[in-house]
């Protein structure tokens, strides 16, 4: 099985602030990975799919880059309405895993 | 826009069975692999299964293989999973979600296994 393992765990940050989250996988894989934004009591909603592909109405401050076990998420300058948990996603091989969530807050 | 509804969730003591359903509307329901994903209290998410587009092929997370089974009817824009044999750990909301590369979900359905 491929572990996806996220850093940090927590952040706290400021609005405003530049913010990237990893994403480690346990072997190399595929860009099959993607990054999700879930707010309390909500399902997750995609961000970013195959590792780079900005999902269709999401704002240009977030992107995503990587390859092989290394993927990032970036929000260019923080806003109130992104405090939520994050998490990544590997569709590469079976079963699909996700990573543990990095929670956002102030 | 894409809509999917989950029901069917509840209360069931260990070692029992139930259910979910979850109905599509808002795209062509039989041109997608469908899943299902679950999110144990405060915990991260787990992919639990997944179907093709005609139903022939399924696959499932070790942790419910030979208790859980994903199905769909394509006329009725529905995807289910029924649940057997049910365990403590099993406890979670569970989404249906439509497979596109990446996942796009429901509200989700909370399940709760006690005594």
């Known amino acids: 099985d491929i572990q996806m393992t996220q850093s940090p765990s927590t952040l706290s940050a400021s609005i405003g602030d530049r913010v990237t989250i990893t994403c480690r996988a346990s072997?190399?894989?595929?860009?099959?990975l993607a990054w999700y934004q879930q707010k309390p009591g909500k399902a997750p909603q995609v961000l970013i799919y195959q590792a780079s592909t900005l999902e269709s109405g999401v704002p240009s401050r977030f992107s995503g880059s990587g390859s092989g076990t290394e993927f990032t998420l970036t929000i260019s300058s923080l806003q109130p309405d992104d405090f939520a948990t994050y998490f990544c996603q590997q569709s590469d091989s079976y079963p699909w895993t996700f990573g543990q969530g990095t929670k956002v807050d102030i | 826009d894409v809509h999917l509804v989950e029901s069917g969730g509840g209360l069931v003591q260990p070692g029992g069975s139930l259910r979910l359903s979850c109905v599509a509307s808002g795209f062509t329901f039989s041109n997608f692999y469908m899943s299902w994903v679950r999110q144990a209290p405060a915990k991260g998410l787990e992919w639990v299964a997944n179907i093709n587009q005609n139903g022939g092929a399924k696959l499932y997370v070790d942790s419910v293989k030979g208790r859980f089974t994903i199905s769909r009817d394509n006329t009725q824009n529905s995807l289910y999973l029924q649940m057997s044999s049910v365990r403590a750990e099993d406890t979670a909301v569970y989404y249906c979600a439509r497979w596109n590369g990446y996942f796009t979900w429901g509200q989700g359905a909370r399940v709760t296994v006690s005594s």
């Open positions: 072997q190399s894989m595929s860009n099959w």
